[in-house]
């Protein structure tokens, strides 16, 4: 509950639901400070934990210590632990908004996190790798309909390029610059690294803007959004990022592939999928970085971490040892 006059004008009109008035919030305060997605996920992650408090007679904002770890226990039972943490930082963060930003940080809240871990621990599931063999297979399904010409062409740009799907589908017809032998860059405006749009300048190959060129041509696009939705053959404004993955699957089911292989795609398999191809190839790590526009190993280190234990001291040894 939001028992205060300052909590309830800091969040909106007194007609508000206690619910309704933290979800838009800490969105309300850093209004143009985030990313769609966050903003999304935020209010989201907000409404959870404000009903959650307004069921137990709980006070969401400003919460006790005990309160948000309770909040974290009772999520931990059904909850991803990569959900909970997320969770908790919407939390920290509605609080910092109304500069209360210790309750979330406390000792209390920690060792809930901890237990969680200790119990469920911290690794998460990792999306399918689209790896070059799953991409050329995808790109071999038939298909002479103006979606599967989009398709194609979506997934090609989505493996060189290695954009998260937010970015993909923001990409414009004006940043492709086509050179001499036939490759190309495209600029990425803005991104999740990127938030305030310095851009970068990111490669395609060839047979991938071969791909494009034909996308472009049929759907008679020439500027704007290079790639846009479609509805029964009629083309819209704007391809939305949710339907990324489920363009992936979609080409997937047609290749007959299992069904285990179809379900663990996403928008961040053309991550996944091109990091673990480069490590395989040999390419060393600040090209991928580069490529991945990463800033730390940290996640290159995760999608190749089978193929890195193949040259581990002890597969090294191994091999020497002629084992």
């Given at each position: ?8 004008s ?21 209004k ?14 907000l ?15 400003p ?32 609080h ?12 209390v ?5 901890r237990r ?14 689209l790896?070059?063999p799953?991409?050329e ?16 062409a ?12 937010s ?9 492709l ?28 190959a ?32 704007r391809l ?9 699957k ?38 991928i970085?580069h ?25 090294l ?7």
């Amino acid at each position: 509950m939001l028992e205060d006059s300052a909590s309830r004008s800091a969040f909106g009109a007194a007609d508000k639901t206690p619910v309704e008035e933290l979800a838009g919030s800490c969105a309300h305060a850093a209004k143009g400070g985030l990313s769609e997605n966050t903003e999304r996920a935020l209010r989201s992650d907000l409404t959870i934990y404000a009903a959650w408090c307004d069921a137990r007679g709980l006070a969401a904002l400003p919460a006790s210590p005990d309160t948000i770890a309770a909040f974290v226990d009772d999520m931990a039972a059904s909850r991803a632990p990569a959900t909970v943490r997320r969770y908790v930082a919407s939390v920290a963060a509605a609080h910092r908004s109304i500069g209360q930003g210790k309750p979330a940080g406390g000792e209390v809240v920690k060792r809930a996190l901890r237990r969680m871990h200790r119990r469920k621990g911290r690794r998460q599931q990792q999306a399918g790798g689209l790896t070059w063999p799953l991409r050329e297979r995808l790109l071999k399904v038939p298909g002479d309909r103006l979606i599967d010409a989009r398709n194609r062409a979506l997934l090609a740009v989505g493996y060189d390029t290695m954009l998260r799907r937010s970015e993909l589908v923001e990409l414009q017809v004006a940043d492709l610059v086509v050179e001499v032998d036939g490759a190309a860059t495209v600029l990425v405006r803005r991104g999740k690294a990127d938030p305030e749009g310095r851009g970068a300048a990111v490669y395609l190959a060839a047979d991938s803007v071969v791909l494009v060129r034909k996308w472009l041509g049929r759907a008679g696009i020439d500027d704007g959004r290079l790639f846009r939705s479609l509805c029964r053959g009629v083309l819209g404004e704007r391809l939305d990022a949710s339907q990324v993955p489920r363009i992936y699957k979609d080409m997937a089911r047609r290749a007959g592939l299992p069904p285990e292989v179809v379900d663990g795609l996403s928008g961040h398999s053309t991550r996944v999928g091109p990091a673990q191809d480069m490590i395989a190839s040999g390419i060393g790590l600040p090209a991928i970085l580069h490529a991945g526009r990463w800033k730390t190993t940290t996640m290159v280190n995760r999608y190749g971490e089978r193929l890195l234990a193949r040259r581990s001291g002890a597969a090294l040894l191994a091999q020497m040892q002629r084992r």
